[in-house]
Structures are given as C-alpha cells and as structure tokens.
C-alpha cells in the first residue's frame, strides 16, 4: 500500500482542531471556530494562509468571481470548516472542487457541529497521465 500524502501535515492539523473542538465545545458557528483554529495553528506552529484566493477559469478564460477555502496549511492542504450535525456527499463534493480548482492534492473538510465527536473527511486527487480521480479517505 501506497503512503498517504502529507500524512503527518494532516495529522496535525487534525490535532489542532481536536484542541479547538476540545477548548470550545459545540454550539458556535463556523467563524468562531475559524479563528480559535487560526489561534491554534499559530500556537502549533502550523503555517497556513486564511481565505487564500484561487482565481477561477471556464473554457480557459478567467473568470471575476474567485474561491476562498477556509484554510490553506503547509502550503499543499486544503481545510473547509463546516458546522453541521452531519457531513454528507454535498461537503464532499464541494472539498473535491476546491482540490481540482486549487491543484492541491490533499484537502479535509472538518464538522465542528457534530455531537459529541469533531468530524472530518480526507480526501486525495490521485493524478497519473490523462487521468484524475478523486479518493476519499476517513480517518
């Protein structure tokens, strides 16, 4: 079996917001838990950039509206916070845009909203020549 892709980078993270989810508890809503987040991985010494721009194309032309996911650490990992009872296969498609929108190949979508439990989902695009595949991996 392969290694996973920055599987310590992840770990980490993870780690930070356990922390945070450990700290605050449920209840807030996601830009609370954006910035104890932010707090947390300075604290760790995470590098990330908050809300980074990633210009959007169609048919090659560029378009005037961007995306912004929550987080970009380590310069590879996308991280898109939600607060809802449940991930579903809508956050998870939303991860895999951002991962194909942004060329990064790692992304985690984390559920602050989850009861009693932080939740999160892994996910990977798998890239090999004239084919991409997206591969979703819980931990």
Do not use: H
């Amino acid at each position: 079996m392969s290694e996973l892709l920055l599987k310590d980078e992840v770990y980490r993270v993870i780690g930070a917001c356990i922390e945070v989810q450990r700290e605050k508890g449920p209840g807030f809503d996601e830009a609370i838990y954006q910035e104890c987040l932010e707090i947390e991985l300075e604290a760790q010494g995470i590098p990330f950039l908050a809300q980074p721009e990633f210009q959007m194309e169609y048919k090659g032309r560029r378009l005037k509206t961007s995306f912004r996911p929550d987080l970009l650490c380590f310069g590879e990992l996308i991280v898109e916070l939600k607060v809802l009872d449940r991930l579903t296969s809508r956050e998870e498609c939303q991860l895999l845009n951002c991962l194909k929108s942004s060329r990064k190949p790692v992304g985690l979508v984390i559920n602050f909203g989850s009861f009693p439990k932080l939740e999160w989902k892994r996910m990977a695009l798998i890239r090999e020549p004239g084919f991409e595949t997206p591969k979703s991996f819980s931990l």
